[in-house]
């Protein structure tokens, strides 16, 4: 079809310029006014031509994914929105639609856009304009049709019944890709409002801070935003500027309704608790804050526009919710020929059960997808999360007809629950499976996740009853929660957004590996619930596979501490450089820039504690050791010769680099450098570092030993990710590593080193030498600290007895530091101190 959209509609992004040198966008480094916003966008719509063409845009909370959505819209391209964050939706969505042109964020402002044909392949609907996944089916074929008008008429409601004004400003506290979070980008950019841009969690302090700087008058919420809330001290903060919060995406429970409407009474914000789904292009009620703490349970009155009825339902006692509106889409796609078509939906019938009070509120009791049947018994599974609340449990129950699946949070008596769930709804006991888990499931919106729930009792017999389990899926909180010393890990985590690093990430590893087979090599970046959809059941092997940064600092430090009892000689410490830098590339580099400064600062700091804890005693009980060596300042002020005060040279070698690399990131120019040139900018490091390597400098002039550009080596090995780049850093590691030392089966050791990290992702292990794999390389800082005052003992006794007891020293006080660090934290906890202010926050720990 060639008809032309009726963009005029979608006023919010064809018509931004009308509201001049107004704030459309700010962050933490930048505003954008909508004069400079409309020219991005026009500029963006120019590139993407005059003919209609199939659009995807990999989407994250950034200027570059806003300027690309509205362009799409501009142009009147029909646009596929993915997360930038699931790599895997986007490949299934592309290989399912074959899109013309991908659009992703470029980091500096200028989105990029692939295209992958000249014009088009697909029949497009001129009402055609976006085209989102459905609640909780991210990747899935099926998607949600929405139109120009949807898009227009949703923005236009939401903004009147909010009283959206252009002095207001949103903080953008939940993914554009998802409706909830881009209905709040359209109806702020239709008032002239501004949007405070940023991908920052409520747990980060950062956020509040972003808040308070840029004067966000509301954020959007989840029912899981809320525990959040409580976690972080919200109710008492101090947010003037703050003027509502809004809720959706799920049902918030009455008490919870109430609790939060009286505390932004007193805090001089309103609740608006509202209803509504991706099918209705988000919005169809809300409840009007001055009711909220009367009628908590109710979902409120239909959005201006839009309306309500309640058809009955056979036997049942309450009808089912169906909703008109020009919100409402205009149908599905499950393929790329569902997109020629037009609307084949003129109302929405939502699934759930409600009921119409006197005073024309609305309450949804029930969903009729809710129930299953059982052994022939009708079970409304919403009932069983009702009555395992009473007790005080939270639980979200799934089913099938063979079996109910409940999840429990925390540690609860599964089997007495199960018994009580079975009497109260009349079914056998055999028939009811209860499992606890650290926390329940929950998709990217903060739903939970019921086929996740389901899953927790796949494969097992009906009528068998929950027995010990080991660790599998349903794990991967309970795994990163207990590694990393956090309470509080949810769904759209990963282990670096937890502040997990070099240090922490061995333990997290091999705990997951085992749990859910080989990992993926990205999986310090892959959100909690994608690791969690992982099958845990693999056969046993007599060969396990770990991570080559993980099997090379084990073997190092074995051959390091082997090397100094002089069983034989072969130096490694230099290949650890390398792995350093690997490892900061690949967890030290994301989000934004001054809460990945505190990062790297927390890092440092798990580095340099115990470190200067341990050579402290080592000075009070040896006469070997200064207090420049405590203080890790040996490297600088002396002496230049080797002696026993040189044993720590590699410490503190490691923390003058961190320090130096920390500093640096820490710079606007650099940190923007980076970004956008993810592998010219280590290369332009290791190229600094080569002065130092080859001597290009005053050799009068006092310097540590020159392993920056070794570091710079292993960052480049992280960021090279085609094969012409990997080839590029070999042939840089085979240039000038030669020549460096002197021996050559040191280089060639070195070489090795870097060579695997480039293009070994893992190494082969026996499966029984899994674990202790793991723990050398975790404690392989420990074991280079404390073998130098172990193994000297021993060796006259037998030298394979000083590196076994050496090996086990190091562990040991690894074990120890972890208990001590961990204990300090929870007590900066109790007693309300903020984690990030203490380098010793997030402790990792083995378990």
């Not at 009070?357 to 009702?386: C, M, N």
């Not at 130096?660 to 592998?679: F, G, I």
Request: hydrophobic share 45%.
């Amino acid at each position: 079809m060639t008809t032309p959209p009726d963009l005029a509609r979608v006023a919010f992004a064809t018509d931004l310029a009308r509201h001049g040198d107004r704030p459309a966008v700010l962050t933490g480094e930048r505003a954008l006014s909508y004069r400079e916003l409309a020219e991005r966008v026009d500029d963006v719509a120019a590139r993407l031509g005059t003919e209609r063409r199939l659009a995807v845009l990999a989407a994250a909370n950034d200027i570059d994914s806003l300027v690309a959505y509205l362009a799409a819209l501009t142009a009147g391209h029909p646009l596929l929105l993915v997360p930038a964050d699931k790599p895997a939706a986007l490949d299934s969505l592309v290989a399912a639609y074959d899109p013309d042109v991908l659009l992703r964020s470029g980091g500096d402002g200028t989105p990029v856009l692939e295209e992958r044909r000249p014009g088009t392949r697909h029949e497009l609907h001129p009402d055609l304009a976006l085209l989102l996944s459905t609640s909780g089916s991210t990747g899935s074929p099926k998607l949600v049709r929405l139109s120009h008008e949807n898009l227009a008429s949703n923005a236009e409601a939401i903004a009147e019944y909010l009283a959206i004004g252009p002095d207001d400003r949103a903080a953008t506290t939940l993914p554009m890709s998802y409706c909830y979070g881009l209905s709040v980008l359209n109806s702020h950019l239709l008032r002239g409002a501004g949007l405070v841009l940023t991908d920052l969690s409520v747990v980060d302090p950062c956020f509040w801070e972003l808040l308070r700087q840029r004067r966000a008058t509301s954020f959007a919420a989840v029912p899981y935003t809320f525990d959040l809330l409580e976690r972080v001290g919200f109710e008492e903060m101090d947010l003037p500027h703050l003027r509502y919060v809004t809720q959706a995406g799920g049902r918030l429970a009455p008490e919870k309704v109430r609790h939060w409407a009286r505390t932004g009474r007193r805090r001089g914000w309103d609740l608006f608790v509202m209803y509504g789904a991706t099918e209705a292009t988000s919005r169809m009620a809300y409840l009007p804050p001055e009711l909220a703490e009367e009628r908590a349970g109710t979902i409120g009155v239909p959005i201006p526009g839009g309306a309500f009825r309640i058809d009955p339902v056979d036997g049942l006692p309450d009808g089912e919710l169906v909703y008109t509106g020009p919100n409402v889409m205009l149908g599905y796609a499950e393929r790329p020929e569902d997109l020629a078509a037009g609307r084949t939906v003129e109302e929405l019938r939502t699934g759930d059960l409600a009921r119409l009070h006197p005073d024309g509120l609305h309450e949804v009791v029930g969903r009729r997808s809710r129930f299953v049947k059982i052994v022939g018994l009708r079970v409304d599974l919403g009932q069983v999360e009702r009555i395992l609340a009473e007790l005080g449990v939270t639980a979200a129950a799934a089913g099938s007809d063979e079996r109910l699946v409940v999840a429990v949070e925390g540690e609860q008596d599964t089997s007495l629950l199960a018994k009580l769930v079975a009497e109260s709804i009349g079914l056998p006991r055999p028939a009811v499976e209860m499992h606890a888990v650290g926390q329940l499931p929950r998709l990217g919106t903060g739903k939970v996740d019921y086929p996740a729930v389901a899953a927790l009792g796949a494969g097992r017999p009906a009528a068998a009853p929950p027995g010990p389990r080991a660790e599998g899926p349903e794990d991967v909180r309970r795994i990163l929660a207990e590694v990393l010393d956090r309470p509080d890990v949810g769904d759209d985590d990963t282990f670096v957004s937890l502040d997990g690093d070099s240090l922490s990430y061995v333990a997290a590893s091999v705990r997951l590996e085992q749990a859910l087979g080989h990992l993926p090599t990205d999986w310090h970046l892959t959100p909690v619930r994608d690791l969690a959809a992982r099958s845990a059941r693999r056969p046993r092997r007599l060969v396990s596979f770990l991570e080559t940064g993980i099997v090379l600092r084990a073997v190092a430090i074995v051959l390091i501490v082997m090397t100094h009892v002089e069983l034989f000689t072969l130096q490694t410490a230099h290949v650890l450089f390398a792995v350093a830098g690997y490892n900061f590339a690949r967890f030290q580099l994301h989000g934004e820039r001054l809460p990945r400064l505190r990062r790297q600062l927390r890092s440092l700091g798990r580095i340099v504690v115990p470190s200067a804890a341990f050579i402290a005693v080592a000075h009070l009980l040896t006469d070997d050791y200064t207090w420049a060596n405590v203080l890790l300042l040996n490297g600088i002020v002396g002496p230049q010769h080797l002696t026993s005060q040189w044993h720590f040279w590699f410490v503190e070698m490691l923390v003058y680099v961190l320090l130096a690399v920390t500093a640096l990131m820490a710079l606007p120019w650099a940190d923007r450098a980076e970004r956008r040139l993810p592998l010219a900018f280590p290369l332009a490091l290791l190229a600094v570092g080569l002065v130092s390597r080859y001597d290009i400098v005053d050799p009068g002039l006092p310097k540590p030993a020159p392993v920056f550009w070794l570091f710079a080596l292993g960052w480049a090995a992280a960021r090279a990710r085609t094969v012409l780049e990997r080839s590029l850093v070999t042939l840089l590691t085979l240039l000038t590593v030669p020549g460096y030392f002197d021996s050559t089966l040191r280089e060639v050791t070195v070489i090795i080193g870097v060579l695997l990290l480039l293009w070994v992702t893992a190494l082969p292990v026996p499966a029984g030498l899994r674990r202790v794999t793991g723990w050398l390389a975790a404690a392989s800082l420990y074991i280079y600290l404390t073998h130098w005052l172990v193994y000297p003992a021993l060796v006259p006794v037998s030298p394979v007895l000083a590196v076994v007891a050496s090996l086990a020293a190091g562990v040991a006080y690894w074990v120890l530091a972890d208990r001590v660090l961990g204990g300090l934290r929870r007590a900066a906890a109790r007693t309300g101190a903020p984690a990030e202010e203490t380098p010793l926050a997030a402790t990792p720990g083995p378990r």
